[in-house]
């Protein structure tokens, strides 16, 4: 039956470095223009057809992409999506340059689809099935997939039917009060190491000051809090894993280990198989638990096949399905879906398939029993260990659905970002695009909106048809709902003509926003932002006007969740075990939704008083590249450590809050007040230890002072040169987009060509943790990128050997850091603020005791007080840009280095 066209099917591969095109046995360099011409003739084999559409500068390309076929071949599983990549996961032989890439695409196209016909295809389940759709659908690839694949005898089950039930289980008793011995926290810490590794008393120490955390709490709101500073090296994770393992196994209780960057997680979830070996009932002892918008919600992808999803979104529904039916646990970012998968389809597909907004239906909906987002949730509240992030943390500590899941003994990883996420946790924006999300939430699908969302009034008919004050009250959030920005509001808002009270006021703040900002962001076509203060009387009467509208909707809404309440207490005939979780969950929806509004309505009703010290409040007009996106007002806590220790801190036992950066230097007074400890007066214990790595001989620091500030031809110069002398494995840090942007356009062609290749966020159509996946597996990438790079890498090994800087990462100077910086004591605010950046982007640099590198800084004028950031014994130069890229090309080339001096004199 079989025929095996793939051979014969050509092949494209597009590099910065050039283009390649294999046509039957032969392969040969072409130019861009004819490599299109190719693609449109003919359906050509390629692997990341939005990157090589990208390469060729042609976005329309369409093709045979190979991670297409992985991802139905092979769902669930990891690849980087790399033509290495590709050869590793298939188990052939990496290509040896560029022009042998097309030849790898023939011998893997006929590797996957050859699997298809072996007996032994582990994911063959639905395959057959997920065919007949993929060909109504046109798939390029289910053509050469249909003779391949074989009829199943029997009906396979479908993936609804697959998936398994989570069941209900008993309360959990409340833990044990138990007092853990040091004795044995350090011998559990002896058997997570294993038997052959050498006792560190770094390590040990780290876990007895861990343990303390677990200690019987004395006074309501008063847990024991530790700050435990561990540099790189010390061995943190199972420092803490042993004490939270043996006092979950002695208590009976659940310990959340909370990080901020995914990296982190999936090594937590690796590392704690050692930890919590053993299942306790049953139940898997370890659950990794995200927030909602995480995970695939099945009502969703069942609506997406059914004909919600066209196009080619239809086939990633398609192929999101047949990855479901063999994920871990549904988790769609950062878990068993490949993160490039979503980046093959245009728009935001991926997106549409997760609970997003908040519409789960609970006991209404017909996957509920095998609902992903329910499994994780009672997985969680049976487990040992919670492995989570820090704003799932403190939603759940704010306002968990229910207490026995909310978190009480919590370790804080990464602790150095828990101020951040306790900032945008416990902060108030009332903008457009929140505004209508709650109205869509309220009224449901309104004009030609399609899918299967549905508004209260239909998820909660039953309540109405019972209960005639319930019926009133979500008659009348449904009426007041209408005031709230409809469909178009950005359009009409930017044209003048807002229609309601709250469009009303987004024009009104929009116009201050253009009338006084000096940010400079108008003409770069950045977003604009202006304090909220010296408010004409106009605005005032706007803002009341908007403050009523929703008054008039919080009311109704707090009246039916009273009456939810007393339904749920009354215990109708009609209230069996569905309809009752169904009910709770409006509860809850209803219930944090009355927050939000009243923290709007705080906002509002504030406006034209005199401003409250304890707040920084702000109109912002979102835009980028001159494109606006969003208009709003702003509330953040001046101190959101504040709100974070009443919510997190209080209610729990016992919290640590680790990382290799907690304090500034030697200095803990910053790290004790980021920790919310001294809002319940609570003096923290503090522990700290150095790293075991001898950065004078492992590392360097260079600051580069003959890069002027400014000079895009030069700092990209610059950014070539070093990666050419350090061969690749070069991470570039950028504090802005453009620069980057700039950089790359100059020098990504240059060095694919001497076989460097290059990849850029914010510029590759890829996700940036494939992005860290693919410079992880190739020693001679680089990778330049924001922010988000400068903690959520972690790459040991040669891979990454040079870290450059553009320039001094200064804060942005937007209202809130100005408000902060006031009451933070002005520059040495600034400079904290710096020294921990620096801190965590050499941080990047040296991960395990082998690991060398350059860090990088390109400033002609770095202020010597910030080199304290650096691990103490680290050199540190002041060098020209050519002497830099002989340091860094000498140690590549193994020669010994220049002589550095150990630290910059005066600098201690
Ligand atoms: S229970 Fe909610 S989140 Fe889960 S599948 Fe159903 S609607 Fe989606």
């Known amino acids: 039956m079989t025929e095996r066209p793939a051979l014969s099917l050509p092949a494209i591969h597009a590099s910065h470095g050039g283009c390649w095109l294999r046509d039957g046995f032969a392969t040969r360099g072409l130019g861009k223009g004819e490599a299109i011409v190719a693609a449109a003739d003919t359906p050509l084999l390629m692997l990341n057809a939005p990157l090589v559409a990208s390469r060729l500068g042609y976005p329309d390309l369409s093709g045979l992409d190979l991670l297409e076929l992985f991802a139905f071949v092979h769902p669930a599983r990891f690849m980087v999506p790399t033509p290495k990549g590709l050869a590793h996961a298939l188990g052939l032989d990496e290509p040896a340059g560029d022009d042998k890439v097309p030849q790898l695409l023939q011998e893997a196209a006929e590797a996957l689809l050859g699997t298809c016909e072996r007996a032994d295809w582990s994911e063959r389940e639905g395959a057959w099935t997920a065919l007949q759709s993929l060909v109504r659908m046109r798939w390029p690839w289910a053509t050469l997939l249909t003779p391949r694949i074989r009829k199943p005898e029997r009906a ?85 894993l042993a004490p939270s393992s043996l006092w979950a196994e002695q208590s009976g209780g659940t310990v959340w280990v909370s990080t901020y960057t995914k990296a982190l997680q999936r ?134 659905r229910d207490a026995a899941q909310r978190p009480t003994r919590i370790v804080f990883d990464e602790g150095h970002h828990v101020f951040e996420a306790a900032d945008s946790t416990f902060s108030a924006a009332l903008t457009g695009a929140d505004t209508i999300e709650l109205r869509r939430w309220v009224i449901g699908p309104e004009g030609k909106s399609r899918g299967r969302r549905r508004g209260l009034s239909a998820r909660l008919a039953d309540v109405a048809s019972y209960d005639e004050e319930g019926e009133r009250a979500i008659t009348q959030a449904r009426e007041a709902a209408e005031s709230l920005p409809s469909e178009g509001w950005l359009a009409r808002v930017v044209e003048g003509t807002p229609s309601g009270p709250l469009e009303e006021l987004l024009s009104a703040a929009r116009a201050l926003a253009y009338a006084r900002d000096e940010s400079g962001g108008q003409e770069a076509g950045y977003g604009l932002e202006t304090e909220i203060a010296q408010l004409e009387g106009g605005f005032i009467e706007v803002a009341g006007q908007a403050q009523e509208a929703l008054e008039a909707l919080r009311k109704p809404l707090v009246r039916l969740g009273l009456r939810l309440e007393a339904i749920v207490e009354d215990g109708p005939d009609w209230l069996d075990g569905p309809a009752r979780a169904r009910i709770e969950g409006a509860r809850s929806a209803i219930g944090w939704r009355s927050d939000l509004i009243a923290g709007w309505i705080a906002l509002l009703a504030r406006l034209g008083g005199p401003g409250d010290p304890d707040f920084v409040d702000w109109i912002a007009v979102e835009r980028s590249d001159g494109r606006e996106w969003d208009v709003g007002l702003h509330r953040h806590y001046l101190d959101p450590m504040k709100p974070f220790a009443n919510a997190v801190l209080a209610p729990s036992h016992g919290v640590m809050m680790t990382s290799a950066t907690l304090r500034d230097g030697d200095d803990w007074q910053s790290a004790v007040e980021r920790s919310g400890a001294p809002h319940l007066d609570i003096a923290p214990r503090l522990f700290s230890a150095e790293s075991p790595f001898d950065y004078a001989s492992q590392a360097e620091v260079l600051i580069v002072t003959d890069v002027p500030k400014g000079d895009i031809p030069a700092l990209a110069a610059a950014y070539g040169r070093l990666i050419e002398a350090a061969g690749g494995g070069a991470l570039g840090l950028f504090t802005a987009i453009r620069r980057l942007r700039a950089v790359y356009g100059r020098i990504a062609d240059r060095l694919a060509r001497g076989g460097l290749p290059l990849f850029a966020q914010h510029v590759d159509p890829i996700d940036t943790g494939t992005l860290v996946d693919i410079f992880r597996d190739d020693p001679r990438a680089s990778l330049l990128g924001t922010d988000a790079l400068r903690d959520g890498v972690d790459v040991p090994g040669d891979s990454l050997r040079l870290v450059v800087m553009e320039q001094v990462p200064w804060p942005k100077p937007s209202i809130l850091h100005r408000a902060r910086r006031l009451a933070g004591g002005g520059s040495a605010y600034d400079d904290r603020i710096i020294r921990a950046r620096l801190a965590q982007a050499f941080g990047r640099l040296i991960r395990s005791g082998t690991d060398k590198g350059h860090f990088v800084v390109l400033s002609s004028a770095f202020p010597s007080r910030l080199l304290s950031a650096f691990p103490a014994g680290t050199p540190i130069r002041r060098v020209t840009l050519d002497v830099a890229l002989q340091s860094v090309s000498s140690s590549v080339s193994g020669r010994e280095d220049a002589p550095a001096t150990p630290r910059e004199e005066g600098i201690s």
């Open 156 to 240: 396979e089950r479908w993936l609804f039917a697959k998936l398994p039930e989570w069941e209900e289980t008993a309360e959990r008793p409340q833990p044990a009060q138990v007092v853990l011995g040091e004795t044995a926290v350090v011998s559990r810490l002896a058997e997570l190491t294993g038997a052959g590794a050498e006792a560190r008393p770094t390590q040990q120490d780290y876990a007895r000051e861990a343990s303390r955390m677990f200690a019987p709490r004395q006074g309501q709101g008063q847990p024991h809090v530790v700050l435990a500073q561990a540099g790189t090296g010390t061995g943190k994770t199972f420092g803490y």
């Open 267 to 400: 090594q937590l979830r690796r590392e704690s198989r050692r930890a919590f070996p053993a299942s306790r009932n049953g139940k898997p002892p370890v659950v990794v638990r995200k927030g909602r918008e995480n995970y695939l919600c099945l009502l969703n992808l069942e609506d997406a096949l059914q004909g919600g999803f066209a196009g080619r979104a239809a086939i990633l529904a398609q192929l999101v399905a047949r990855w479901a039916a063999y994920s871990q646990d549904g988790d769609m970012i950062g878990g068993d879906l490949p993160g490039w998968l979503g980046t093959l389809f245009r728009k935001r597909g991926i997106a549409a398939l997760t609970d997003q907004r908040g519409e789960c239906v609970y006991a209404g909906c017909p996957h509920y029993r095998k609902c992903f987002i329910e499994r994780a949730s009672r997985a969680s509240a049976d487990a040992e260990l919670v492995i989570a992030n820090h704003a799932l943390v403190m939603v759940n500590a704010a306002r968990g």
